[in-house]
């Protein structure tokens, strides 16, 4: 009895992992991140492991499943089997990786605020700053490196100037009242 509840307890968060990327997946409609202007590709994962694929406007039925064995998401477009690891998946954003290689699927929410129309380095600096998932290249990493040290020297500047507006105010109540 005691190993059951103790196995039954560890199981929890694997099963909640698994709901909440399976409920995030099928609330939300997203947009699969590509460089092409031209091509707008977005995806509906629906109940059943049903997935409406729209390219353009022009739609189509594949299916996929969440495999929470090795969090992994497999699509199945009828002709094609592929195969991702899921690396973060929240809100905004669902990161997956092409099994066995460096290649990585950007979903994006359509209703997503902060990620609304961002580009390659958006969502590389989202990444980094939110999960600290590093996807950038050596040119990449360094100017992201040189931004975030500017932007800790402007924060740093700001908490200065704060904590001198505040002694002065402290220094002018303690004056007049």
């Given at each position: 009895?005691?190993?059951?509840?103790?196995?039954?307890?560890?199981?929890?968060?694997?099963t909640?992992?698994?709901?909440?990327?399976?409920?995030?997946?099928?609330?939300?409609?997203?947009?699969?991140?590509?460089?092409?202007?031209?091509?707008?590709?977005?995806?509906?994962?629906?109940?059943?492991?049903?997935?409406?694929?729209?390219?353009?406007?022009?739609?189509?039925?594949?299916?996929?499943?969440?495999?929470?064995?090795?969090?992994s998401?497999?699509?199945?477009?009828?002709?094609?089997?592929?195969?991702?690891?899921?690396?973060?998946?929240?809100?905004?954003?669902?990161?997956?990786?092409?099994?066995?290689?460096?290649?990585?699927?950007?979903?994006?929410?359509?209703?997503?605020?902060?990620?609304?129309?961002?580009?390659w380095?958006?969502?590389?600096?989202?990444?980094?700053?939110?999960?600290?998932?590093?996807?950038?290249?050596?040119?990449?990493?360094?100017?992201?490196?040189e931004?975030?040290?500017?932007?800790?020297?402007?924060?740093?500047?700001?908490?200065?100037?704060?904590?001198?507006?505040?002694?002065?105010?402290?220094?002018?109540?303690?004056?007049?009242?």
């Amino acid at each position: 009895m005691q190993t059951f509840i103790i196995n039954t307890i560890k199981q929890i968060p694997a099963t909640n992992k698994k709901l909440d990327i399976k409920s995030t997946l099928k609330s939300n409609e997203w947009l699969v991140y590509t460089d092409s202007e031209g091509e707008i590709e977005k995806f509906l994962f629906r109940k059943k492991d049903e997935l409406l694929v729209t390219v353009n406007g022009k739609a189509s039925y594949s299916n996929w499943q969440f495999m929470e064995v090795n969090s992994s998401l497999l699509i199945d477009d009828g002709i094609n089997k592929f195969m991702f690891g899921v690396i973060v998946c929240c809100k905004d954003i669902i990161v997956l990786n092409v099994d066995s290689t460096n290649n990585y699927s950007f979903l994006i929410n359509t209703k997503s605020k902060v990620l609304k129309d961002a580009n390659w380095w958006d969502i590389q600096c989202f990444l980094m700053k939110r999960y600290d998932l590093d996807l950038f290249n050596e040119t990449e990493k360094e100017c992201y490196n040189e931004m975030e040290k500017k932007e800790q020297e402007e924060r740093a500047r700001k908490a200065q100037r704060f904590m001198i507006f505040f002694a002065v105010l402290l220094l002018f109540l303690f004056v007049f009242l």
